[in-house]
């Protein structure tokens, strides 16, 4: 069953291509963000994370970009791949126990 | 290493009835959060131990109680279920000098009837 809501925003990706996903976060304080995925019945699984003195970080397949002038966080999947299919979600820290989290985008990958 | 454990997975109460959540980390972390997750809206926190000893309210509290019963253990109580509290509850830990959030249970789906 699913575990987030039934009108996510979904995003249909082609297998092969790249997916780019977006997340617009509230406080222009924050320093530190999250990215998670989560599969149909399972917990959030970290993917990616980035401080706010960094524009870029790149990790194995992903790519998380910060814009802080705009407060825009995004994530990119290189070469999508069946099992990259789930909801992503990215979270804001508001301090040392507390987060504010997206309520995500379904992403879709098309065989 | 089993990371963070949860019990039970899925649970259905009446109104008025009592349960606890189980949660249990074996990865040495200091912290440990409950969250909860509904439709339409990202997690939320509902309590959070900072350490051994310690509990804190999160942003949704009221109809719960937590125990830090030791370093590994975190419990979430709803002393009488009501529909509202329907949701998926996630146990998560960290170690809180590196301030990340990444370790998650696998959820408990509660349905309160």
């Known amino acids: 069953g699913e575990s987030v809501g039934l009108h996510l925003p979904t995003l249909s990706v082609q297998e092969g291509d790249n997916s780019i996903i977006n997340c617009a976060y509230s406080?222009?304080?924050?320093?530190?963000f999250i990215w998670y995925k989560q599969e149909s019945g399972k917990g959030p699984q970290f993917i990616i994370d980035?401080?706010?003195?960094?524009d870029k970080r790149q990790g194995q397949r992903v790519t998380v970009l910060l814009n802080k002038t705009v407060k825009h966080l995004s994530l990119q999947i290189a070469a999508t791949q069946p099992g990259d299919s789930a909801v992503y979600f990215c979270?804001?820290?508001?301090?040392?126990?507390?987060?504010?989290f997206g309520t995500g985008t379904r992403l879709k990958v098309l065989a | 290493n089993a990371g963070v454990t949860q019990t039970p997975k899925f649970q259905v109460l009446k109104t008025g009835q009592s349960m606890t959540l189980q949660c249990a980390q074996d990865?040495?972390?200091?912290?440990m959060y409950w969250y909860r997750q509904d439709p339409g809206m990202g997690l939320r926190l509902i309590y959070y131990?900072?350490?051994?000893?310690?509990?804190d309210k999160g942003e949704v509290p009221n109809g719960y109680n937590v125990s830090r019963l030791n370093k590994r253990e975190f419990s979430l109580r709803l002393e009488s279920a009501a529909p509202s509290q329907t949701s998926v509850y996630f146990c998560?830990?960290?170690?809180?000098?590196?301030?990340?959030?990444?370790?998650f249970g696998p959820g408990t789906r509660l349905t309160v009837l």
């Open positions: 998560a830990s960290s170690e809180v000098n590196s301030g990340t959030l990444g370790d």
């Open positions: 979270a804001e820290n508001k301090g040392t126990y507390k987060y504010i």
């Open positions: 406080n222009s304080a924050s320093d530190y």
């Open positions: 131990s900072a350490s051994e000893g310690t509990t």
């Open positions: 990865m040495n972390h200091n912290s």
């Open positions: 980035i401080r706010s003195n960094m």
